[in-house]
């Protein structure tokens, strides 16, 4: 009898697991742009759902960040002011070139998280997958910073990236359709690179050059 009960409830949050998963690919994937508003009707239509687990979708994608409810307009994917975008990239920066220092101030550090990253990076490129591109660079980025062993840092980390999520992704879209596939992957192969050799400044100069590739509206 106890696994009759929660049946429901699992098919519950499975619909509500399939419209996040629905909803990030769209958004992070470059089917929607920041501001662009979702309506309801065609969500629950297109994902064959009702209206609650929907809504529960959203509700999660807005503690992500993805997208904001608006009062009396409903929901649209989320947007920042360009200052807001600028200053969290800067944020980003100076909590990754810390980060740096940290980890080359006694042994070296294990890399293995962040090759991982760059691999996934690279096979999503492949396919063309920009959803996974997006989520491997994000983990890349993470990976770096976890090389300090500061979970505190890394918290701080992941709450920055976690709003600019979206924007980042837009800027691997933009730069995939300018440069190819392969250019992100290229820049971040040299921040790798960089950390096998060993030298924090020549990380951070990497860091810097790979951080060229801003925001534009």
Do not use: W
Request: overall charge negative; proline content about 3%.
């Amino acid at each position: 009898m106890g696994d009759e009960s929660p049946d429901g409830e699992l098919a519950s949050a499975s619909l509500v697991d399939l419209a996040v998963a629905r909803l990030s690919r769209e958004i992070l994937g470059g089917g929607s742009d920041p501001g662009e508003r979702l309506i309801e009707e065609q969500l629950t239509r297109r994902f064959g759902i009702s209206r609650a687990p929907l809504r529960e979708a959203l509700r999660l994608l807005a503690q992500q960040g993805l997208v904001e409810h608006v009062p009396r307009r409903g929901v649209r994917v989320a947007t920042l002011s360009d200052r807001d975008v600028r200053e969290l990239y800067e944020v980003r920066d100076v909590l990754e070139r810390y980060a740096v220092h940290t980890a080359f101030s006694g042994a070296r550090p294990d890399l293995s998280g962040v090759v991982t990253a760059l691999e996934a990076m690279r096979a999503a490129a492949v396919r063309g997958d920009r959803l996974d591109v997006a989520d491997a660079h994000r983990r890349f980025h993470c990976s770096v910073v976890a090389l300090a062993g500061n979970g505190q840092l890394s918290a701080t980390h992941g709450s920055v990236l976690l709003k600019i999520q979206l924007y980042m992704a837009l800027n691997l879209r933009r730069e995939a359709d300018s440069h190819g596939g392969e250019s992100g992957v290229h820049r971040h192969e040299n921040v790798l690179a960089a950390l096998k050799g060993g030298d924090p400044e020549q990380v951070i100069a990497a860091l810097e050059s790979h951080g060229a590739q801003t925001y534009i509206p």
